[in-house]
């Protein structure tokens, strides 16, 4: 993992009227890292992830994502991340080959490059058979990957993974992880929610947050230690217990 | 008596010109005043099974009863007697917690203050916002008041589709604890997750997916039946271990468990030595460990 940082967070704030939905939070993403952004439900994650992604603009703070100031350049941002939602970010009427056309023209991809895409993903992803079927009939696990594929086809330089593996089954889930850690290992920063606890310990680095603020951010490693607990899911249930604020 | 039994059911949906099998003649039974688990990822039939034994859905095959009614004979008798929560939140979005409740109970002929004890523990919760939109409620609010509402008519046996999916690891532990204490009430709870953790916290489970039972027992039993030696590997850069680790040829399967590896060998009499003594790592340790149900799973799954 390198020290280039390509999230640059300092007391970035969102209010909704007298509601702080995020609180003051600051930390740093480095390049290739896959960061884990934990919370329980309302502490303010999809608030702080819709920010960072340049879709909700902050009340106040400075924030720098891929190089670029949150608050001028939103835009641009959009551009060099990728982003896969809870629900699915992919065309349920469409065909897989169709979906990553769309998604290939989107990002403002050129034909030739679409097509070198195109065959190197189907390939990637064992989906060449299904390349002409709607993704509505792909099983979950193949529609998660691809949805993945597809927020990485502009090779951003940060993926923002909102919950991915919901559902899916645990060998599918380890298959997922899988992706993910190749994406990193090639430069690509990974910004990841997750309500499976072991699943936080395949993080580098991991933030939790309580009640809008960052209550703790380390290795998991380093947590489990401070907190003398023996796996995240401990780290977790000592930090959530703490929130005032109700759920959601 | 059992409260709930599923015999040889099977269902089958056309999807555009296919055909896909929901189940294939799945078959178990829940025991009165207990907590059963159907534990499965999505697409594992799930909520077909729901569907069926709440007699909202007919199976192609196969018979069911639920309190020792039949589920298409008798499916008003047992209409009365079931509560059921969707996974989907359902209730009135535009209707106030309370005017919810009071609506549910009105369905089933009684009143809110008839059955209260049941709801208490739960609807105690959420009453200080009683007069608040459902629509306007947080997800942790909206699966109480959903509970409460599918137990205001005092059922015999509650249906729960994935009451935890997508919910915190602090909400799921207190959902959990909220199912124990409703347990104790004579209430069978059949209740469906695709968390395999939650499993433990079940009488027995049944353990499903792509419409096929994979193992039927309690959650002792089935991680007793694994039959075969598991390791924990630890080291420095785990995910270099992981690789190296599956491309060895003595080994079965590798899997991240948080922050260790599963380890299977194809040799159940495997030297460790053999295998850490060609693994360059710093901080490697190794030990012999009881599977969990999430091993058990895969290893079905994969042996299926």
Redo the contacts between chains.
């Keep these: 993992m390198s020290q280039e940082k390509v999230i640059s967070v300092k007391d970035l704030t969102k209010q909704f009227g007298s509601f702080v939905a995020v609180d003051h939070i600051t930390f740093d993403v480095y390049k290739g890292e896959i960061f884990g952004f934990l919370?329980?439900?309302?502490a303010g994650k999809t608030t702080a992830m819709r920010m960072l992604c340049g879709l909700s603009f902050p009340t106040s703070g400075y924030a720098t994502v891929a190089g670029l100031d949150l608050f001028k350049e939103a835009e641009v941002i959009k551009r060099r991340i990728g982003y896969m939602s809870?629900k699915f970010s992919l065309y349920e009427d469409l065909a897989v080959k169709e979906n990553i056309r769309f998604y290939g023209g989107i990002y403002g991809l050129t034909d030739k490059q679409i097509k070198t895409k195109m065959e190197y993903l189907l390939h990637q992803l064992k989906l060449e058979d299904q390349a002409n079927t709607?993704v509505?009939?792909l099983?979950?696990g193949w529609k998660q990957k691809l949805s993945f594929s597809v927020a990485m086809l502009h090779e951003p330089q940060i993926v923002f993974l909102d919950?991915p593996t919901?559902?899916?089954?645990?060998?599918?889930r380890?298959e997922f992880?899988n992706l993910i850690?190749q994406a990193a290992?090639g430069g690509t920063t990974v910004f990841v929610t997750t309500?499976?606890?072991?699943e936080a310990?395949?993080c580098n680095r991991v933030s939790i947050m309580v009640d809008g603020r960052v209550d703790a951010l380390g290795s998991?490693?380093e947590l489990k230690r401070k907190f003398q607990a023996e796996?995240?899911?401990q780290v977790?249930?000592q930090l959530?217990?703490k929130?005032v604020r109700?759920?959601? | 008596m059992k409260a709930v039994v599923v015999d040889s059911v099977a269902k089958t949906f056309k999807v555009e010109k296919n055909v896909v099998t929901a189940l294939h003649d799945v078959s178990f039974e829940a025991r009165q005043g207990e907590l059963f688990g159907l534990i499965g990822p999505d697409g594992a039939g799930k909520t077909t099974l729901f569907r069926i034994l709440t007699t909202l859905m007919l199976a192609d095959r196969g018979s069911a009863t639920v309190d020792g009614f039949d589920v298409v004979k008798d499916f008003k008798e047992i209409r009365k007697r079931v509560g059921y929560m969707p996974g989907r939140f359902s209730l009135y979005q535009d209707l106030t917690v309370r005017e919810n409740l009071s609506f549910f109970a009105t369905l089933f002929n009684t009143s809110i203050e008839e059955n209260y004890d049941l709801v208490k523990g739960i609807y105690s919760q959420i009453e200080k916002f009683k007069d608040r939109k459902a629509g306007a409620l947080s997800g942790g609010m909206k699966q109480k008041l959903a509970l409460s509402c599918a137990l205001i008519h005092r059922p015999s046996v509650l249906f729960l589709d994935e009451p935890t999916t997508g919910v915190d690891a602090v909400s799921r532990k207190e959902f959990w604890e909220l199912l124990r204490d409703l347990q104790k009430q004579n209430i069978t709870i059949v209740v469906s997750t695709p968390y395999m953790d939650e499993a433990g916290l079940c009488d027995r489970v049944a353990l499903i997916q792509e419409g096929r039972i994979l193992d039927i027992d309690s959650p002792e039993g089935i991680t007793k039946k694994f039959g075969k030696t598991l390791w924990a590997f630890k080291a420095d850069d785990m995910y270099k271990l992981m690789l190296q680790l599956e491309a060895m040829p003595e080994v079965e399967s590798c899997y991240p468990f948080g922050s260790e590896h599963h380890v299977m060998f194809r040799n159940p009499g495997q030297s460790i030595e053999s295998i850490t003594s060609r693994l360059p790592f710093s901080h490697l340790t190794t030990k012999k460990i009881d599977p969990t149900i999430e091993d058990c799973f895969m290893h079905l799954m994969r042996s299926k």
């Design positions: 919370g329980a439900n309302g809870q709607l509505k009939s099983p979950l919950e919901g559902g899916v089954d645990p060998i599918t380890r992880w850690y290992a309500h499976y606890m072991d310990e395949y998991p490693d796996d995240m899911g977790f249930l959530a217990r929130a109700s759920a959601d």
